[in-house]
């Protein structure tokens, strides 16, 4: 079984930054992609950002140029910096594990992001 637990959402102003962090513990198998998700209510859960193992990245176009991605396979865990934040970006954040080819997905517990003035 493979737990995902994020941590470093919060309240900033438009404009601002955050880093979230996700550290993944259990047996985690490759290839897998990590990534980040957010939610808003009566919303769908959407895609922000995924990094596979190799490295290879995908961001929401809402989010290019403003957030990164990052992985430290080593620490089976998975990054996202963002900068210049906006009102819009305000969601919960869920980390996310998916082994490639299989069945298993895995999501953290989520992270609130709060961008207000």
């Known amino acids: 079984q493979v737990q995902l637990v994020e941590s470093g959402g919060g309240v900033v102003q438009p404009g601002g930054s955050l880093r979230l962090s996700c550290a993944a513990s259990g047996t985690i198998f490759i290839p897998n992609v990590m990534g980040w998700y957010r939610q808003v209510p009566g919303k769908e859960r959407e895609l922000v950002a995924a990094i596979t193992d190799g490295g290879r990245t995908n961001y929401a176009d809402s989010v290019k140029g403003r957030f990164t991605v990052s992985r430290d396979n080593a620490e089976n865990s998975v990054y996202l910096q963002m900068n210049s934040l906006e009102l819009e970006d305000t969601a919960v954040y869920y980390c996310?594990?998916?082994?490639?080819?299989?069945?298993?997905?895995?999501w953290g517990l989520g992270t609130q992001v709060t961008v207000s003035s």
């Open positions: 996310n594990l998916r082994v490639i080819g299989t069945r298993y997905n895995y």
